[in-house]
């Protein structure tokens, strides 16, 4: 019998990752990763001021590196005539301006070193303000039209960060026809798409970001957007009407792109979506189980069937999407906008003299320097985790709080900042990681107390992505916490499979997503039980953590008025 194989790309925050995947039973035939070069380089950012852009000349040259290394690595005769299907995921709300035919404005001469021009990748922070004035407009609207992604507007979505764009660069604004989410682009390049209007957007990225929703009759009206700044008077009859879930196709495999990666034109495009929706999928989620994907940030995601919970409002999310994972059922999305992204900052702080000062120690030659560098990187983590969990943890222990990047959920508020108190002379690097890491694992607790709350029972944990993988310290402090067991699933590329599940389906290989998942997952790898003699300090210091959170919030505002 001929073999159907599938491709699925995963772009994450700093690379793009593709597998290529046996469509029967879902063993993963080759993985290949590619880290944005320019990304990498610190090109078009700046920390300081929360922009983080990304060009798409980036994710151009890892999507064609990645397939085709993949299909190098497969060994399989003929393996371009036996790819039937591609599905893509991406990071998001992750925009960019584009024109009439769909080109994002970076790839164009004029525009190709501004960052404007480039995709706004979600961690950007650069239009809190302009968040908070959606928030306000919305309060004064006689529609609710944030009462499907929790209440609260963010400045990590696609609204809020193409007014900043527009407001900031003219030349922009006047070279835009139109804005697209990443996951949306990818189809389209790949298909060999022309026209902007035509491009297939997905459900997910629509309804979790960009406030589409069939009770409004898609977008919220142009009234609602010329009123909050008459810069977008006219746009969103430029955006989309319809929209589609993942299961479905884009298109086909232009004939372009079809000779670039050594396969063919009938290879099918499946619709695209956000890495977390894709990896739920790919981690195999259950209904009311939720499903942590815990890398740089963390979303959490919970699928519950549309007729259980489609008139339950669950507020302060990132919003309930009807088919947004699995299509029939609502999925619904939140999330902390730094979870190792807050051990990262730690470790750059560590890291900070050796990295500067021994470049001026000319006895260390250079490649000794670089490889301390490196060891240093590599190790580091590891060790503090070995470290930090040697230690007690007491009503006094240091107390963190993991808004790092703001927070994301409960009621997402971006400008709010992370602390560490509780510091005394024996505080060293092991306790501070402790204390972070115990922030982080509070977040998640206070993601599923909201679903809790607001009527949607949370009946498991499930742990997908590089930390739930990697760090077996960081993932039984949230069992001990949660006072849940989780359960870690097997793969190791959850995002890539998950799309690869669903280019499968999209090709016609099965009949709905569910069947993809039944017979192409992997299963799990190992469960972490909540060890009784922590549970309850921990229940006492996350009250403790509740606690710091209101006094810092209550600080920010008093701050502002002063
Ligand atoms: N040993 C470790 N312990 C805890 N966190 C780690 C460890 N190694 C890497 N990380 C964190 O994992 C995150 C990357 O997760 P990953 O899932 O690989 O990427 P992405 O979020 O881009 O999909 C980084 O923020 C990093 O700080
Ligand atoms: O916010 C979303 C999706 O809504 C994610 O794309 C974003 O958190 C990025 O995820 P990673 O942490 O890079 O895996």
Redesign the pocket.
Same mark, same amino acid.
Do not use: K, M, N
């Given at each position: 019998m001929n073999k159907s194989y599938v491709i699925g790309v995963d772009y @994450? =925050?700093d690379s793009v990752r593709s597998v290529l995947v046996d469509a029967n039973n879902g063993e993963e035939i080759a993985s290949s990763v590619f880290y944005y070069p320019r990304w990498k380089r610190g090109e078009y950012c700046d920390a300081a001021l929360s922009q983080f852009r990304q060009h798409p000349l980036d994710y151009i040259e890892g999507l064609e590196a990645t397939i085709k290394d993949c299909l190098l690595k497969s060994e399989i005769d003929n393996i371009g005539a036996a790819v039937k299907a591609i599905s893509v995921d991406t #990071? @998001? =709300?992750t925009p960019v301006a584009v024109n009439a035919a769909g080109v994002p404005l970076a790839l164009l001469d004029e525009f190709k070193d501004n960052p404007n021009a480039m995709f706004v990748l979600?961690k950007d922070h650069t239009a809190v303000g302009e968040a908070k004035e959606i928030n306000l407009h919305n309060q004064n609207s006689s529609v609710d039209y944030l009462k499907y992604v929790g209440g609260v507007y963010s400045s /990590?979505w696609f609204w809020a960060k193409l007014l900043h764009v527009f407001r900031a660069d003219e030349k922009v604004r006047a070279a835009t026809y139109s804005w697209v989410e990443h996951c949306d682009y990818i189809p389209f390049l790949l298909t060999g798409g022309t026209q902007v209007s035509a491009m297939k957007r997905g459900v997910c990225s629509a309804g979790?970001k960009s406030l589409w929703a069939e009770e409004f009759d898609g977008l919220p009206p142009n009234s609602f957007f010329s009123t909050l700044d008459p810069l977008l008077d006219g746009l969103v009859d430029r955006l989309f009407f319809e929209t589609y879930t993942a299961d479905q196709s884009a298109g086909q495999l232009s004939e372009e792109w079809a000779q670039r990666l050594g396969l063919t034109t009938s290879v099918v495009v499946g619709v695209g979506a956000?890495? &977390?929706h894709m990896g739920a999928v790919g981690g195999q989620i259950e209904p009311y189980y939720l499903s942590k994907?815990m890398? #740089? =940030?963390t &979303?959490d995601m919970l699928v519950a069937p549309k007729e259980e919970v489609q008139h339950t409002l669950v507020r302060g999310i &990132?919003g309930q999407v009807d088919g947004s994972i699995i299509p029939g059922m609502i999925g619904m /999305?939140a @999330?902390q906008s730094a979870f190792g992204d807050a051990y990262a900052w730690l470790k750059q702080v560590l890291l900070w003299p050796t990295k500067n000062l021994i470049q001026d120690i000319e006895e260390i030659e250079a490649h000794t320097r670089e490889q301390l560098i490196a060891t240093l990187e590599d190790k580091l983590l590891f060790s503090l985790s070995e470290q930090a969990a040697l230690l007690p943890v007491t009503a006094t222990s240091e107390l963190a709080l993991d808004w790092l990047n703001g927070r994301r959920t409960p009621d997402a508020d971006q400008s709010l900042k992370g602390a560490i108190t509780g510091l005394h002379l024996g505080t060293d690097a092991p306790r501070i990681f402790r204390a972070i890491v115990e922030a982080t694992c509070f977040g998640a607790k206070a993601i599923v107390d909201r679903f809790v709350e607001q009527g949607i029972p949370v009946k498991g944990l499930i742990g997908l @992505?590089g930390v739930a993988k990697k760090s077996p310290f960081i993932m039984q402090m949230m069992a001990n916490v949660m006072n849940m067991p989780i359960r870690i699933h097997k793969s190791e590329q959850t995002c890539a499979i998950g799309a690869a599940m669903f280019a499968a389906t999209a090709a016609g290989l099965y009949d709905r997503v569910e069947d993809a998942m039944k017979a192409m997952g992997q299963g799990f790898e190992r469960t972490y039980i909540p060890e009784e003699k922590w549970v309850t300090i921990y229940a006492e210091r996350y009250e403790y953590y509740k606690a710091l959170g209101a006094f810092i919030e209550g600080k920010e505002s008093l701050a502002i008025t002063v």
């Open positions: @994450g =925050s #990071t @998001g =709300s979600w /990590e979790h956000f890495d &977390c994907v890398g #740089t =940030s &979303c &990132c /999305e @999330g @992505g």
